[in-house]
């Protein structure tokens, strides 16, 4: 008795992007990752991508981004109740954020490895129907900006260092076809650190990077530099000793004189 295979398929939550064509092939939108320079202590991360292929595959589609921070860097969640503000960086807005929010903890002092937020982001590309030159460039790129503050680091030897942060996560979450049972799938990839953040029945479209995909990204920091600032410890260390002399000239030294002349002026 001949044994034919037998195929069997069940949902899944995540899918990477693919066209409508057949056989299906990877979708030619695309994102990179930079960072506006100098960083300073207010880098500010910028996610690119070609506005000719910014469509959502599906009408309940919505473009996210989700970002994994180490301790050094955080977000300013109240930034982001501003809806001018959001608008003007194409953010939607801030869905969750988890982890060291502290705002004015240094980093020698947090105690979680760092945060998590989830952003929506607008899917559209700013108008176009102007025939400058510059807005025809311009549109061709579509970009999300989204502003990070370092916290105060150690000081080192060195006038910066170098912070790691983990390659962002871009996906469309869509509206899963009725019926279908997300979470029944025990292939499905989960705690990825987002997809709790929806209910069961989204569906993940993923977003691939352009080019190599780096595990993380690097970025200067400036830290404060030993080499450069000897002379502060010196000149402080000076300072302390001056006042606590003149405080002691005040409190006894001019004490002292007074009350001699108070004599001097008694014996006459």
């Known amino acids: 008795m001949s044994q034919e295979p037998t195929r069997f398929q069940t949902p899944t939550r995540h899918y990477p992007l693919l066209t409508s064509s ?6 030619p939108i695309t994102y990179t990752i930079t960072f506006a320079t100098p960083t300073g202590l207010h880098p500010t991360l910028v996610l690119t991508f070609p506005t000719q292929h910014l469509v959502p ?47 004015e903890a240094p980093d020698w002092v947090v105690k979680e490895w760092g945060s998590a937020a989830l952003f929506e982001l607008t899917s559209h590309s700013p108008s176009t129907s102007t025939s400058t030159s510059t807005s025809k460039q311009t549109s061709q790129h579509f970009n999300v900006s989204i502003p990070l503050h370092a916290r105060y680091l150690p000081a080192s030897h060195t006038p910066s260092t170098l912070i790691p942060i983990p390659h962002p996560v871009v ?3 869509c509206r899963a076809d009725e019926g279908a049972k997300m979470a029944a799938n025990p292939f499905d ?22 080019g190599d995909r780096e595990l993380v990204v690097w970025i200067d920091v400036p830290v404060l530099d030993l080499e450069r600032t000897g002379w502060v410890q010196v000149g402080t260390l000076g300072t302390v000793v001056g006042a606590f002399l003149g405080l002691c000239w005040v409190l006894f030294g001019r004490g002292v004189g007074g009350g001699k002349g108070k004599k001097k002026g008694k014996k006459q």
């Open 189 to 210: 990839r989960v705690h990825l650190g987002y997809e709790a953040l929806f209910g069961a029945k989204t569906r993940f479209m993923h977003v691939e990077p352009k």
């Open 171 to 173: 996906f469309w979450a």
């Open 22 to 27: 057949t056989p299906p092939l990877p979708h």
């Open 57 to 103: 595959p599906n009408p309940s589609c919505k473009l996210h981004t989700h970002l994994t921070l180490p301790s050094a860097l955080f977000i300013d969640k109240y930034q982001f109740t501003d809806p001018i503000f959001l608008a003007s960086k194409n953010i939607a807005a801030l869905r969750s954020l988890a982890g060291a929010t502290d705002l």
